[in-house]
């Protein structure tokens, strides 16, 4: 890794830590991060047996209402993402990490209590409008890393969220079995809260809420018209096609190795997807801060294409196992990419309105595309969703290259960072 260039993480004398300050608080949220993403997806294999477990019956209302279900969060994340980033730039990053931390641990404690389907649902909601732990620890991140570094960094954040998906389906899959499925929302809320202490505790922000003076090169005077038009679709779509399967997988899973273990045989297979996503999330990362962040991005999207459509014609445990393997190393670069892009692209000043702003569209796909893929369930079956994911990844690969042509922010692609004086944040928001 090559040196850093003067005036980057340069400490005084009498001050100088053993790693430069920006780094601690990237591996506190770094580690803040893995638990949250434990905790949201540890629930997650088992969702369909839990809107059962509620009462509802029957496979195509089972996997309607688990379609609904998850849309509920991402819906909601849509509405407030851009309120919650426009504090981030008014009032700081760190306590917006903190809002959907301990946010996040009240909601999920709550579902464990939920009595019916339609509370549950009424919580899915809450939880979109309190949370967003990806975004505000995104947002936070990419305001305190120097420009050179970013693909680095982001890379490393979307590795904590993929070591958590690895983890956290497996450890609830186990938990839901041997102890019930509301224990596992209780243990999901435990490491949230956990998460908001080490973030409260452990990160460190000199924030300042930029004056009349700042750069505001947001994501329009980055992008243009067109450009931010096809950048909000492809987050969009990104979200969309990641989400789509959600409520469908778990169920495809029962039909091939029946009842009994199905949620920590979905867990299992869901947590592969993640480890392999997170094993390519780092080293993806670099390679785009080296040949480019978008050619890597749409690289990254069609292998993901080519990988979904088979998951139809599987039929063996063994047979998912390798398709899950192939789709996670090819979606491990495709979030860091994308934020990387837009981290570079736009003034500090102007992170949580950006990182707000993509996360509308995120959170729309997040949120309608498990209602589809539960619509296109009940209609086609369990397999045909996947080849119309592929089919939309493709179409988002050709939108990524046709039409996102960021300009890097003018004066942060002149240099690196200014130093604090105290030698603690070199890229804080001014």
Request: net charge positive; aromatic share 8%.
């Amino acid at each position: 890794m090559s040196e850093d260039p003067p005036g980057v993480d340069v400490c005084t004398p009498d001050s100088a830590p053993s790693k430069p300050p920006w780094r601690r608080t990237l591996y506190a949220c770094w580690i803040a991060q893995v638990l949250s993403i434990v905790g949201f997806s540890c629930v997650m294999p088992f969702m369909p047996f839990y809107v059962r477990h509620l009462g509802v019956s029957g496979e195509a209302a089972v996997a309607f209402w688990s379609g609904l279900v998850i849309t509920g969060a991402g819906l909601t994340q849509a509405l407030f993402a851009p309120i919650w980033g426009a504090l981030a730039d008014r009032y700081g990053r760190k306590m917006m990490v903190q809002r959907s931390m301990f946010g996040g641990a009240l909601v999920l404690t709550l579902m464990g209590l939920a009595s019916n389907v339609h509370e549950l649902f009424v919580l899915r909601m809450l939880q979109g409008a309190l949370t967003g732990t990806v975004v505000a620890s995104t947002t936070l991140v990419a305001s305190i890393t120097p420009n050179h570094r970013m693909g680095l960094s982001l890379g490393l954040m979307q590795v904590a969220v993929l070591t958590g998906m690895s983890v956290g389906p497996w450890a609830g899959g186990l938990v839901a079995d041997h102890w019930g499925y509301r224990m596992a929302f209780y243990s999901a809320g435990v490491l949230l809260a956990i998460g908001g202490f080490i973030v409260l505790f452990g990160a460190k922000e000199q924030f300042k809420p930029a004056g009349a003076g700042g750069q505001n090169h947001g994501l329009r005077q980055a992008f243009g018209r067109k450009g931010l038009m096809a950048l909000l679709v492809a987050f969009f779509m990104m979200s969309l096609t990641a989400s789509f399967v959600g409520p469908i997988f778990p169920l495809l899973v029962e039909s091939m190795s029946g009842p009994d273990r199905a949620a920590s045989t979905a867990g299992f297979l869901m947590g592969i997807a993640g480890l392999a996503a997170g094993l390519s999330a780092l080293g993806i990362g670099l390679l785009g801060d080296r040949v480019g962040h978008k050619l890597v991005l749409v690289g990254c999207t069609i292998t993901s294409a080519i990988f979904a459509a088979p998951h139809a014609l599987a039929q063996s445990i063994g047979h998912l196992i390798a398709l899950r393997v192939g789709m996670g190393l090819a979606r491990g670069g495709t979030m860091p990419s994308l934020n990387a892009i837009v981290g570079q692209a736009v003034s500090a000043d102007t992170y949580g309105r950006s990182f707000g702003n993509t996360r509308i569209a995120g959170g729309l796909g997040m949120g309608i595309g498990p209602l589809l893929g539960g619509l296109a369930a009940a209609h086609y079956g369990l397999r045909m969703p996947f080849v119309i994911m592929s089919g939309l990844l493709l179409l988002n690969a050709i939108i990524l290259w046709m039409w996102v042509r960021p300009a890097v922010a003018p004066a942060e692609a002149a240099e690196p960072a200014p130093e604090n004086a105290g030698g603690e944040e070199p890229r804080a928001a001014t």
